[in-house]
């Protein structure tokens, strides 16, 4: 399906922290991320930044709205440079509806709710380090699927993003990528982490 799908529309690339799909832009169309990395946020009226969800290869980004014929609620930016296929939303519901998709796509949107309760939850329960641990693992899975216990190296992601992932503050998450260096885990650069022994980080992502 997924292959079939990207038939459909037109790759387009993104630059490192560009805007792909704007916080309340109409739900002309939506994109099938094809390379890179993205975050989606929710920007409040007064300034405040929510974060939602990091992105993939392989995901879908922006089809509630194509569903719903809402404006977007979210905001997706690119971490890295990206590609995706830019669908237009009457080919795209032409698509699903003929190929039966739209309850794997239901299925699709649920699971995702489901990520984003228990990273809720998780936030009022976990320790700070449970909760890097398990984003960077998350990042890693996103960036390198498939990897395992090798090295995995992260770019394009700042301190205060994975501070707003995990909800805490920067200087935490500094204290936070220091330990998980000190333990032999991690080693960090400006705007890089470097993921060096993953079966360090999942002992620390259990912890709890």
Not at 3 to 20: A, I, S, Y
Not at 46 to 67: I, Q, Y
Not at 164 to 179: E, F, K, S
Request: glycine share 10%.
């Amino acid at each position: 399906m997924w292959c079939e799908l990207r038939g459909q529309g037109t790759p387009k690339v993104f630059r490192e922290r560009g805007v792909m799909l704007r916080q309340g832009s109409p739900g002309t169309h939506l994109l099938a991320l094809t390379a890179g990395l993205a975050k989606v946020v929710h920007r409040e009226p007064g300034g405040a930044v929510t974060w939602l969800a990091f992105r993939g290869p392989g995901d879908l980004l922006g089809e509630v709205s194509v569903f719903n014929g809402t404006a977007r609620t979210a905001e997706v930016v690119a971490l890295t440079p990206c590609t995706a296929v830019v669908l237009e939303a009457t080919r795209f519901v032409r698509f699903v509806e003929e190929r039966g998709l739209v309850i794997h796509l239901m299925r699709e949107a649920l699971g995702r709710l489901r990520e984003s309760d228990a990273h809720r939850a998780e936030l009022l329960t976990a320790p700070l380090l449970v909760r890097l641990a398990r984003t960077l693992l998350r990042l890693a899975e996103l960036t390198a699927p498939g990897t395992g216990a090798g090295t995995v190296r992260l770019t394009g992601l700042s301190q205060e993003e994975i501070a707003q992932a995990i909800g805490v503050t920067r200087n935490a998450v500094a204290d936070g990528l220091r330990q998980l260096r000190a333990d032999g885990a991690v080693e960090t650069a400006r705007r890089v982490v470097v993921i060096k022994d993953t079966r360090r980080l999942r002992r620390f992502a259990a912890m709890d």
